[in-house]
């Protein structure tokens, strides 16, 4: 890398301005090593952020490189549109990725996502990055086969470059900020668009209110996934076996009334609507379900319980039933994945909601 070249910054803090500039050698695996002594990488070789690198990315963004997007928790570093783009850089992103990225920072940071816990908590909890509308489809944002696997850029480096801006900007660092006791691989990169075409109901942004030409991005606060091959064809049975995988005693979710996402194959979602059940009625059933009774939580975490939820439920007795989620549409339910018998089970952090914000510049 030559003399200028653009650099993250030197400490998660709450510095305010532009990024400094400093000198690498002018050799890949060098500039590996200078990064992860750094800290400033996940351990995967990044792309070099030179400030010809970076000034491509910012030309994808009509605000100013020093605008504030947020402040990232723990560490509340400003998160600039410009270090936005550097980290963007670093993770692979093509330029026409950035306004995802931005609109993802933006919706992480809203204060009912609870950014602040996700990031500092022991739990394995990452940010999930689901992508809606037209911008899915221009920038090749996969929610077919292998939706969340390998394979795809725009999947692999928009949810990675959230990583590095946790980490990099929030201060959010594995046996630092970070207290994940095993953490997931989610946390290196965890982005896919929902499958609109196959999906037989309304796609999640217009649920969400928005109008169905715009494009969003949701940030859900993911714990991982648990994957659920059935053959049924039936929708009572469909939703028992997938209500049956829902329930575990060691969970967030109970203990707080959260939000239980569903990836539902297009093969399984025709199923439910085959049987002439809206989205709706399968979060009405799914909640009903998943009711599971108190006595199945430890003692320990049955106290948790009891103090997270006793004004919303009163008197928690071991025969209490606690419901997965507050509510039934606090089940969320998205389209995705390609042909096939499986679906997939996201619980989530638990105090947490997902937020969904319109990606500005989508061209």
Known sequence: MAKGDEGVLRKPARAEGRASLFEA???????????CERKWSDGFPIIPP??????RMLERSRRPPDEVVASVAPGFGAATIERVAINAVMAGCEPEYLPVVIAAVEAMAAPEFNLQGIQATTNPAGVWVIVNGPAARRLGVNGTYNCLGQGTRANATIGRALRLILQNVGGARPGEMDRATHGYPGKYSFCCAENEEANPWEPLHVERGFRREASTVTVVGAEGTMNMNT??????????????????PPSNEYCYGSEPWLVLAPEHAEVLKRDGLSKMDVKRRLWELTKMPAARMAARDLLRVQASRGKELGEIRPDTLLSIAKQPD??????????GTHSVYVPCFGNTRAV????????
């Not at 606090?330 to 042909?339: L, Q, S, T």
């Not at 969904?356 to 061209?363: M, N, Q, V």
């Open 330 to 339: 606090d089940i969320r339910v998205i389209v995705a994945g390609g042909p």
């Open 231 to 248: 053959h049924a064809k039936d929708a009572g049975e469909l939703l028992r076996v997938i209500a049956e995988t829902m329930v575990h």
């Open 25 to 35: 050698p002018d050799d890949i695996d060098a500039i590996h090593r200078l990064f």
């Open 50 to 55: 030179t400030v010809e690198r970076v000034a």
């Open 356 to 363: 969904t914000r319109e990606i500005a510049d989508a061209g």
